[in-house]
């Protein structure tokens, strides 16, 4: 799922981070969980959520089941909401233009 429209200026792995997030954006990832789901290594994933956090774009909710163990979610402004419309394909774009 892609990230709201507003949030989508920031940089490949901060984007890939928060898409990941928003894809389960309900249970939330840890940082293992993200580790699989963005191609890069630990420390530019690290680097990252202290940028989204920093910003106030994700949620860090500590886990009652294991001590040190943390669940990082999007910040609800960043997930889209269903009335948002996705951007056009540039094909869509050029199908509209050209008299076909």
Do not use: C
Not at 3 to 28: I, K, P, S, T
Not at 38 to 67: F, M, Q
Not at 81 to 95: A, H, N
Request: charged fraction near 35%; proline fraction near 6%; aromatic fraction near 4%.
């Amino acid at each position: 799922m892609p990230v709201a429209q507003g949030y989508r200026d920031r940089g490949d792995v901060e984007l890939a981070v928060l898409e990941a997030l928003v894809d389960r954006h309900e249970e939330g990832m840890t940082v293992f969980e993200l580790r699989t789901h963005v191609a890069t290594d630990i420390d530019s994933i690290e680097d990252a959520l202290a940028s989204l956090k920093e910003d106030d774009l994700i949620v860090v909710e500590n886990g009652p089941e294991a001590p040190g163990s943390a669940t990082i979610k999007p910040a609800d402004r960043v997930v889209p909401s269903g009335e948002e419309v996705d951007d056009e394909s540039f094909v869509e774009w050029l199908r509209d233009r050209l008299p076909f």
